[in-house]
Nanobody
Framework: QVQLVESGGGLAQAGGSLRLSCAAS????????MGWFRQAPGKEREFVAV???????YYAASVKGRFTISRDNAKNTVYLQMNSLKPEDTAVYYC???????????????????WGQGTQVTVSS
C-alpha cells in the first residue's frame, strides 16, 4: 500500500506563492501516478494537476501557467509549486496516487486509490 503525507500549505496573499509537498511511503517508486486535487468549502473535489511515471504532466485549465507539478523519485516526493495565487485557489489540497502506470481518467478523483490527509491553502485578496 501507499501512504501519503502533504505539507506546505498555509496563508498567502493574492499574487504570492506556496509550494506543497507530498511524501509517499510504502509501495513507492517511479511508476506511481501522482496528482493533486483540491476541495473548496461547499464544492466538489476537483482535479488540479497530475504527473505520470513518464514525467508527463497535465493541469486543470484554471491553474495552467501558474502551477507546476514535479516529482523527485529518489525522495518519493511530488511537489506542487503554486505561483500567482488567487483567492479562488483557496481550498484543502489533497495528494493522490495510484499504482497503475496508465490511469484511464487521470482527472477523475475516483481513479486514485491512495490519498493524503489534505493541507489547507488560503489566499487572501
Amino acid at each position: 500500500q501507499v501512504q501519503l503525507v502533504e505539507s506546505g500549505g498555509g496563508l498567502a496573499q493574492a499574487g504570492g506563492s506556496l509550494r506543497l509537498s507530498c511524501a509517499a511511503s510504502g509501495r513507492t517508486g517511479s511508476n506511481l501516478t501522482m496528482g493533486w486535487f483540491r476541495q473548496a468549502p461547499g464544492k466538489e473535489r476537483e482535479f488540479v494537476a497530475v504527473i505520470l511515471w513518464t514525467g508527463s504532466t497535465y493541469y486543470a485549465a484554471s491553474v495552467k501557467g501558474r502551477f507546476t507539478i514535479s516529482r523527485d523519485n529518489a525522495k518519493n516526493t511530488v511537489y506542487l509549486q503554486m505561483n500567482s495565487l488567487k483567492p479562488e485557489d483557496t481550498a484543502v489540497y489533497y495528494c493522490a496516487a495510484d499504482l497503475r502506470r496508465l490511469v484511464p481518467k487521470i482527472t477523475e478523483s475516483s481513479e486514485y486509490n491512495y490519498w493524503g490527509q489534505g493541507t489547507q491553502v488560503t489566499v487572501s485578496s
